[in-house]
Nanobody, 114 residues
Framework: VQLVESGGGLVQPGGSLRLSCAAS????????MGWYRQAPGKLREVVAI???????KYADSVKGRFTVSRDNAKNTVYLQMNSLKPEDTAVYYC?????????WGQGTQVIVSS
């Protein structure tokens, strides 16, 4: 199983980034796909989840700014991040969960700074 994140980088406050996570080795459409993040000195926290049926769930801190989506034909999940704030700075991780063993990507760094 591989989850490969991409799209991170340095962006100014108020800017946007789109993260992608390409999955292989799993029946992608059967998995809930999540985005988590971990800032320095903090615990990893959930950002957004999109379930196999397409429903979504967001952390309060990102509601209205971030949008999670998936393309089952491409085995890819996306996180569109708008109106970014310095407190969004973290390593963002992709997660695949079908109720038994979850899988994680290696993470992609997002830095929001002027």
């Amino acid at each position: 199983v591989q989850l490969v994140e991409s799209g991170g980088g340095l962006v100014q406050p108020g800017g946007s980034l789109r993260l992608s996570c390409a999955a292989s080795g799993i029946t992608f459409s059967s998995y809930a796909m999540g985005w988590y993040r971990q800032a320095p000195g903090k615990l990893r926290e959930v950002v957004a989840i999109i379930f196999s049926g397409g429903s979504t769930k967001y952390a309060d801190s990102v509601k209205g700014r971030f949008t999670v989506s998936r393309d089952n034909a491409k085995n890819t999940v996306y996180l569109q991040m708008n109106s970014l704030k310095p407190e969004d700075t973290a390593v963002y991780y992709c997660n695949a969960d079908a109720g038994s063993q979850p899988f994680w990507g290696q993470g992609t760094q997002v830095i929001v700074s002027s």
